[in-house]
């Protein structure tokens, strides 16, 4: 069984930052790309980043320069540090990877979500 849980999130200014993690646990092989995805309320999911086994990233523009994802295959965690945040960033944070279990069986799995919430 594999597990996603993401941690971090909370109420800040605007101007402010947060720390995302995920943490995968469980019967895992390897990880594949991980990502970052939101959704703000009366909205659709949306991609914020992805970062590749090798650190190829990719972000969302309203996000570039703002935004830095990163991980650590040793841990099997995925991090999405957010400077700048602004009001329109609230939203629920869900952390994706696509992962590899010991019986080689590849899926795509989802965390359970964090509230991020950028207000003064």
């Known amino acids: 069984q594999v597990q996603l849980v993401e941690s971090g999130g909370g109420l800040v200014q605007p101007g402010g930052s947060l720390r995302l993690s995920c943490a995968a646990s469980g019967s895992i092989r390897s990880i594949g790309v991980m990502g970052w995805y939101r959704q703000a309320p009366g909205k659709q999911r949306e991609l914020v980043a992805t970062i590749s086994s090798t650190g190829n990233t990719n972000y969302a523009d309203s996000v570039k320069g703002r935004f830095t994802i990163g991980r650590d295959n040793a841990r099997n965690t995925g991090y999405l540090q957010m400077n700048g945040l602004k009001p329109e960033d609230t939203a629920v944070y869900y952390c994706?990877?696509?992962?590899?279990?010991?019986?080689?069986?590849?899926?795509?799995?989802w965390g359970q979500g964090t509230q991020v919430t950028v207000s003064s």
């Open positions: 994706n990877a696509n992962l590899l279990t010991m019986d080689y069986a590849r899926g795509n799995y």
